[in-house]
């Protein structure tokens, strides 16, 4: 996969896009960060992919920006869904801007459901259903968008790592 370092105008068409990276990881720092997704991240760039984790960001950095313009120039997206993925308004945003430019400029998404059920993924059930009643009343502009990003996301053919 290479990719070039060239600007993406946000209203690009898919053939005209200049990929900054290769892979944007998504995934809930304090379920897998320093194991699963460490290890991920370091076979990725040992496979020299261009990966991009939110520990690029510089200190003072607003975050959702830089997320989301790097989203916009990756190639693909691994998305790691924990237990408490959905507990992250941060992981939900990334997500759904993830699924849109899976739609709008034919990235590629692979999940990987870490401990957790796909069908608790696609229907927001188990956990994700928990974390989406606390969502409803506050948060009711976004819910809607969030759903259905997971229920795309967890009919996606991907790799399940159970328990044990």
């Known amino acids: 996969m290479a990719s070039t370092s060239a600007q993406m105008a946000s209203d690009s068409s898919p053939f005209d896009l200049r990929w900054t990276h290769d892979v944007f990881l998504s995934f809930r720092g304090e379920d897998t960060r320093y194991d699963f997704t460490d290890h991920l991240y370091n076979a990725l760039v040992g496979k020299g992919i261009i ?11 607003k975050i959702a920006p830089k997320l989301l313009n790097a989203i916009e120039k990756s190639r693909s997206s691994i998305v790691v869904f924990s237990k408490t993925y959905a507990d992250s308004r941060w992981c939900l945003d990334e997500l759904a801007k993830i699924i849109e430019c899976s739609r709008k400029y034919r990235q590629i998404v692979f999940p990987i459901f870490y401990h957790v059920d796909p069908s608790d993924v696609r229907k927001q059930t188990g956990r994700f259903g928990e974390a989406f009643t606390k969502y409803e009343e506050n948060w009711k502009n976004k819910v809607q968008s969030w759903r259905e990003a997971l229920t795309e996301a967890g009919n996606l053919s991907g790799w399940h790592v159970n328990e044990g």
């Open 51 to 61: 990966t991009f984790r939110d520990e690029k960001l510089k200190r003072g950095e």
